[in-house]
């Protein structure tokens, strides 16, 4: 590696260090304890899938270059100089990590390991060694951006050719627009994913609520975060804040994509509208009567899968069983503790990398298929775009025997 | 002889103190310079308040028992048998009154906070042997292990020798003499190096000496960072 790329590399790496991180970096002590915290390394028993073993490929380059007794003892902590070979182990760290945060409510000292993978992950975009998938996903989302009066018409074009999906699942009144833009003032801007799965039930159930609602131009995906690219993360998540702020909304409400709430909610600062997520308004629909469903529509055993970003990292926990409450008798759950329940093996990216990430996936994930077995259950809801594809995929390789669903899908298809 | 003593027992001792201290503060302000991230990093549910359970994750590490109960109970007799001897060492420069609300000799336990502490120093290093700590293992993990290992072998030798064998020769008061003279900068050993037990004492402040030089840059930095670590996961 040549030395102004390593200049480069180091710098990329010591901009991440804030009092937080440099803290996880100092405090480790290699007790073990994350190991059997993780899904990987539960599925796949390697030392290498140990969320300690993944924090130290970081700490090692954190003692050579930050530490002076990197400098001055480096084989006491096997401190690493950044070369391709460091490249090489950070890619394989970060990206069998999906930053699902499980290890961190097992540490005793509190480290996130996620935040540590995040080091390693721009460290790769610095070096241009990131997944290339990613990164021009990421992209394709920022252009959309910079160009969206050339698309509106196309998008608005689209939009109406799913208004009779939308009437069908709930009738209103012919001059009402099924699927509303633009509108000034609206009470929910409603971010959505790239896909009429994730607008129609959702128009649907925000026109039954009798909501005044908007739908916003862009997706809610954000996967500058995947990629762990600050720069664009921010980049992409500025379109919606902006657009939001441009129509004067009361509140933004993400589709069912634990990343893409995650972010705004946390990374967006303080803004003049509220951020919920897709579940936490179906659920408060329910609570103010605005909706109705049928229960036990659906027949057989229902599970619940809290998908990391939105539960365990963003604490939206009891929303979606109160919600489940209300459309079945027959609810199981997956975990005693659901901040305890195993991550789906397909957050990080890991999904947006369709098949180069597939085989490691599904292997990654067997404890995640065991979890769901064991609950006998014929539907495996989830509230997550990320969590639904891996699950279902899981589902193809491990036989799991369920269907799996979307909550808002679900409560689409009960309201009465 | 007398001057690698005096060495070891003065000017080291004087050393790895200003080390140790000029250290840990210079690790602690190097981090509060950096700047503070701005996104939470809180795992849910929160519980409050949330000052408290940081403390509790800390003090009593409920997900270390749930995960590994057997660690558990020797990272609790370790902790708790470190703060023993801590307060011994104390009162091995003064007594006070407060450590003696339940009377007792100098040090605690009678021998059997050394010896707690020593089995629990056993374990944490044999643990190191099984496959997947070996593996997540670094040479600083053995040699702080082995470092104290050896500072509690020879400090409690000191002790049973003290206690258990009715060896007068080197009595508490002699301790307290050495102590308190290194802390008034007029340091005076001729108490703690007439006896034949002298040679004990120095490998055992010569182990400890190195233990806290490195502390500062080593691993033991937990000792500060846990309770703001703990406190960011609760929120």
Known sequence: MEENLREKLLKAFEGKLTKTIAMYLETCSRCGICTTSCHVFNSMPRPEYSPAARAEVVRRLYKKY???????????????????????DLDRAAYSCTGCRRCMTFCPFGID?????????????????????????????????ESIDLIKQGFIDGLERLEGEVVEKWK???????????????DILYVALAG???????????????????????????????????????????????????????????????????????????????????????ARYIREKRIKLEKNRFKGIITYHDPCQIARNAGIMDEPRYIIKHLTDNFTDLSKKPEENWCCGGGGGLVAMGQDSHDFRMKSSKVKADQVKATHASILVTACENCHSQLSDLNKYYKMGVEVKFLSSMVADSLI | MDTLNYIILVPMVYFSFAVFVAGVLYRIAAILKKPSITIPLNVYPQKKPAWLHALADTFLMPAVFKAKPVMWFFLIVFHASIFLLIIGHIELIHSFSIFQIIEHDIFLGRGFVGLTLFISLLYFLFRRFSSNARNLSVPEDYFLLILLLLTIILGSELDWARTWFGYQEMTVDGYQTYLKSMLLFKPDISDVTYSGHTFMLVFHVFFANLFILFFPFSKMMHAIFTIPLNKIRRG
């Open chain 1, 113 to 145: 390991t996620q935040q540590i993978m995040s080091i390693a992950k721009l460290i790769l975009v610095a070096a241009h060694a990131e997944p290339e998938i990613l990164s021009m996903l990421a992209d394709v989302s920022i252009s959309k951006g």
């Open chain 1, 66 to 88: 930050f530490k002076l007794q990197g400098k001055f003892w480096p084989s006491l902590g096997e401190a690493k100089p950044l070369d391709d070979t460091a490249l090489d």
């Open chain 1, 196 to 282: 009429a799965h994730s607008i129609i039930p959702s128009a649907a159930i925000f026109n039954a609520a009798c909501e005044n609602w908007t739908l916003s131009f862009f997706e809610a995906v954000n996967f500058g975060a995947f990629v762990g690219d600050p720069g664009k993360t921010r980049l992409i998540m500025d379109r919606i804040i902006n657009e939001a702020n441009r129509l004067n909304v009361k509140e933004v409400c993400i589709c069912e994509c634990g990343t893409a709430f995650r972010v705004l909610k946390q990374m967006s600062g303080k803004q003049s509208f509220k951020i919920s997520s897709i579940t936490e308004v179906h």
């Open chain 1, 172 to 186: 209103i009144d012919a001059e009402k627009i099924p699927i509303p833009t633009e509108v000034q003032e609206a």
